[in-house]
């Protein structure tokens, strides 16, 4: 069964702060890993890392996939009270042709002014 | 926004009766997939609809069941409504089943049962 675990839990931080986080997985076939970043509802894209493009960056996030270690960071330099929410992993197993994602439990972050 | 719309927004039902979330397709896309999002909880896989077939199912029961129509909208029902039902009802859609095609989310639908 894949599964995919989110560290840390909760973060708190304050504005300007830099900040990590953490993903690790379990997949019987690797097709891809996902970032997303939940506000409210929708969870809404950030990233897609795959064995050709381990590496993304975008503003002040980028992330890195570690393909020996099965894990992946996500960095988010000079944050903001915007970037207050949760923040989800997610493998993309290649099994078949659903796209069928496994999401970890998320990491809750807290941008304090 | 992400143009994935979903109805209703909130729900509530008592445990026993039926449900049926709706949900409008980005426009173009071919691919729905529902998820379940328990409180504290990531999403958790349902199904997913290819060409209005089920093509994956994780491991939810039967009386979780879904249909796609020719314009790619959905619908999921959920029969015999239990407690742990309760949760965010999210639906992404995509454009074919490639690997380079992105989800994109819906707002969701928060159901609960009383």
């Known amino acids: 069964e894949d599964k995919v675990v989110q560290s840390p839990l909760s973060l708190v931080v304050h504005e300007g702060d830099t900040v990590t986080l953490n993903c690790s997985y379990e997949?019987?076939?690797?097709?891809?890993l996902l970032w997303y970043k939940q506000e409210k509802k929708a969870p809404t894209f950030l990233f897609m890392l795959?064995?050709?493009?381990i590496e993304k960056k975008s503003g002040r996030l980028s992330s890195i996939l570690d393909k020996k270690e099965l894990s992946s960071i996500l960095n988010i330099t000079a944050t903001q009270t915007g970037d207050s929410a949760i923040y989800l992993c997610?493998?993309?197993?290649?099994?078949?042709?659903?796209?069928?994602?496994?999401f970890g439990s998320g990491t809750q972050l807290t941008v304090l002014p | 926004e992400t143009g994935v719309t979903q109805s209703p927004t909130h729900l509530i039902k008592t445990r026993g009766q039926q449900v049926t979330l709706r949900c409008s397709s980005q426009?173009?896309?071919?691919?729905v997939s529902w998820y379940q999002q328990a409180l504290g909880q990531g999403p958790q896989f349902i199904f997913q609809?290819?060409?209005?077939?089920?093509?994956g199912r994780g491991n939810f029961p039967p009386r979780f069941s879904g249909l796609q129509f020719p314009n790619y909208s959905s619908e999921l029902n959920v029969n015999a409504l239990e407690l742990d039902d309760s949760a965010l009802y999210l639906c992404?859609?995509?454009?074919?089943?490639?690997?380079?095609?992105?989800?994109?989310f819906g707002s969701g639908t928060q159901l609960s049962v009383l």
């Open positions: 992404a859609s995509s454009l074919g089943l490639t690997t380079n095609e992105k989800l994109f």
């Open positions: 997949v019987t076939n690797f097709r891809s």
């Open positions: 795959t064995s050709s493009g």
């Open positions: 997610a493998v993309d197993p290649l099994s078949g042709s659903a796209r069928q994602l496994t």
């Open positions: 426009s173009g896309h071919n691919t």
């Open positions: 609809y290819y060409r209005e077939e089920e093509n």
